[in-house]
């Protein structure tokens, strides 16, 4: 499997790395809705919500989505001085992503025959996993009606997280100085990789929930050698064990520790509303279907090959 490039499809791979570059989601085939106002009657900052929670979208569609949102919203900031917020929440296949500061030393395989596919990014960090059971959200927001300041949105991203965890799970995370991400105790269970272009932020953070962590053994995750990587489920099962829940069926979690879905369903639950409160949003539903993502991915690819 070789490492794809970063830029478009149709350029050739990098020089210096040559690696071969509980609401349902509606299916509607349509994707034309009335242009949403920037703000609320009550003032609050609007924010579109694409909520693909049960899919799993391949990364390069969802990439490519990603910067066609950017383009839009630089166009509408051109054109008009402001543009609404998005957030999109998804999971992905089984894939690898390199940051701007990723080497191949972080990779535990030959590049040339990668288990999944591997990307370059724009986003800064090292290398890092996605896939099934792995909640992504990506927001893509004008940080100039926030707060313009990187660290800012950085630590908000780990705040949101951290409460997540706290409410729903009771779970105590927190940061570690000089890394980031979100931690409980020598486990990573939310990786955070950004880009903002004019103060426009796309990629976002990830956050193991019934992942499986094996295709971790495969890199060094984020570049750090001396942590591991946890998931919400995992840490569920080992404070059920050493406490007894699961026999007696004392957790109201209990219930939903071996349901993967009904995992999945509370954690978005949780992380869409925590994001409302800490970037004080209100959303703005938008529905968009998998095989539409793909048509538009295909048609940005025909475009690009004609210009290149």
């Not at 920037?38 to 990439?63: I, M």
């Not at 591997?118 to 959200?137: D, F, I, K, S």
């Not at 300041?149 to 799970?169: A, G, M």
Request: glycine fraction near 6%; charged fraction near 20%; include cysteine.
């Amino acid at each position: 499997m070789n490492l794809l490039n970063t830029v478009p499809s149709s350029a050739p791979p990098c020089p210096s790395l040559p690696l071969r570059t509980h609401s349902n989601l509606s299916k509607s085939l349509q994707f034309s809705y009335p242009k949403p106002s920037k703000f609320t009657s009550y003032g609050a900052r609007l924010c579109e919500l694409f909520d693909l929670h049960q899919e799993q979208v391949p990364y390069e569609v969802a990439w490519s989505w990603q910067k066609d949102i950017v383009k839009e919203k630089k166009a509408q900031l051109e054109n008009e001085g402001d543009c609404s917020d998005t957030l999109i929440v998804l999971q992905h296949p089984s894939v690898y992503t390199l940051g701007t500061a990723s080497t191949k030393d972080n990779l535990n395989f030959n590049i040339n025959n990668a288990p999944f596919n591997v990307y370059r990014t724009e986003r800064g960090g090292e290398v890092t996993y996605h896939g099934p059971g792995q909640l992504v959200l990506y927001p893509i927001i004008n940080l100039r009606r926030h707060k313009m300041d990187l660290h800012w949105y950085l630590r908000t991203l780990e705040e949101l997280v951290i409460r997540v965890l706290s409410s729903t799970f009771s779970i105590q995370a927190s940061r570690v100085e000089g890394l980031t991400g979100v931690w409980v105790g020598n486990e990573k269970v939310a990786a955070v990789g950004i880009r903002v272009s004019h103060w426009i932020t796309y990629h976002g953070l990830a956050l193991n929930v019934t992942t499986d962590l094996t295709p971790f053994k495969w890199i060094i995750p984020c570049g750090i050698r001396n942590r591991e990587v946890g998931s919400i489920k995992g840490l569920l099962l080992r404070e059920a064990q050493s406490s007894n829940m699961a026999a007696n069926g004392t957790n109201d979690l209990h219930s939903i520790m071996h349901d993967d879905g009904g995992l999945i369903g509370i954690t978005r639950n949780s992380l869409i509303e925590e994001f409302s409160k800490v970037f004080q949003l209100e959303y703005h539903h938008r529905t968009i279907s998998v095989p539409m993502l793909y048509e538009r991915n295909q048609s940005d690819l025909v475009t690009e090959t004609q210009q290149s």
